[in-house]
């Protein structure tokens, strides 16, 4: 009979670590599933497929709906370089702000080092762009 009050108390000594260990599994598989959502890889939309669903629902070639999309990219494209500012009704307004010379470090090395001014081209979405994303 003490070989079986020995068996006893061994399993109680299992048991409860497993019940330590089962709590700190779920924490460990919360954040698991909280990065696999934000890793989902997002979806490109590219030119052709805008042309594309333009062309099925406008009853147009897709070659046509294809060459108004880049007519319209090269036009955006020359009134940028003009300095214009081109609002597109309920998605936004494109322009191009002057960035000014500055000073920056490079993180290498960590020395001073002069940035030249540039351009860039910022977007300002519209309030109805916003309200539906």
Same mark, same amino acid.
């Given at each position: ?67 108004? *999309? ?9 009134? *940028? ?53």
């Amino acid at each position: 009979m003490p070989p079986a009050k020995r068996a006893a108390p061994a399993a109680k000594k299992s048991a409860v670590p497993a019940k330590q260990a089962a709590p700190a599994k779920k924490a460990a598989a919360a954040p698991k599933k909280a990065a696999a959502k934000k890793a989902a890889p997002q979806a490109t939309v590219t030119l052709k497929q805008i042309a594309a669903q333009l062309a099925e629902r406008h009853d147009i070639s897709k070659k046509q709906a294809e060459g108004l *999309l880049s007519e319209m990219v090269a036009l955006t494209t020359e009134h *940028l370089q003009q300095g214009d500012k081109i609002r597109l009704t309920g998605l936004g307004i494109l322009q191009v702000r002057a960035l000014p010379a500055r000073m920056g470090r490079n993180p290498a090395t960590g020395a001073a080092i002069q940035i030249k001014a540039s351009k860039k081209i910022a977007f300002r979405a519209a309030k109805e762009l916003k309200a539906s994303v």
